[in-house]
């Protein structure tokens, strides 16, 4: 009976991803604004002690805390070609409940693309801002 080389034992890989960021604090971007990775939506301390109430969802994994803040999750591929335009009518009203709550945080896997668009897009939006000053926050 002929029977399939055995395959050898692979050990699981503890190599970080550098392309994220590995912080797992929300940084406020003004009064009430909160951005951070997917890590600082982890950290149900930190939200918590910064008055989160809310929490803009736009790394495609599931709500980590559903019973103790209001989500948001808006499936957006981090690619340069995503329809981020389509999301911020929506995302707009629902930033606006969450700082009025006390706080909202915009968190994306890395912490620095999709989040970082919402915060422009909402600044943007809703206090007539230009990209460059809404980059500058």
């Known amino acids: 009976m002929?029977?399939?080389p055995k395959m050898p034992k692979c050990k699981p890989s503890l190599a970080l991803d550098t392309n994220i960021v590995q912080d797992n604090m929300p940084q406020m971007?003004?009064?009430?604004?909160?951005?951070?990775?997917?890590?600082?939506?982890?950290?149900?301390?930190?939200?918590?002690?910064?008055?989160?109430?809310?929490i803009l969802n736009a790394s495609r994994v599931p709500a980590t805390f559903p019973r103790h803040f209001t989500y948001l999750s808006v499936d957006l591929r981090d690619r340069e070609d995503a329809?981020?335009?389509?999301?911020?009518?929506?995302?707009?009203?629902?930033?606006?409940a969450g700082i009025d709550a006390g706080g909202v945080l915009?968190?994306?896997?890395?912490?620095?693309?999709?989040?970082?668009?919402?915060?422009?897009?909402?600044l943007m939006s809703s206090r007539g801002w230009?990209?460059?000053?809404?980059?500058e926050v």
């Open 2 to 4: 002929n029977r399939p």
């Open 29 to 54: 971007v003004l009064p009430g604004i909160f951005i951070g990775s997917i890590h600082a939506a982890f950290n149900q301390e930190a939200l918590l002690e910064n008055g989160i109430t809310h």
């Open 106 to 122: 915009i968190h994306c896997f890395g912490g620095r693309s999709r989040s970082a668009g919402f915060v422009c897009a909402y």
């Open 130 to 135: 230009s990209l460059d000053k809404a980059l």
């Open 83 to 96: 329809n981020i335009l389509s999301c911020i009518p929506t995302t707009n009203i629902f930033l606006e």
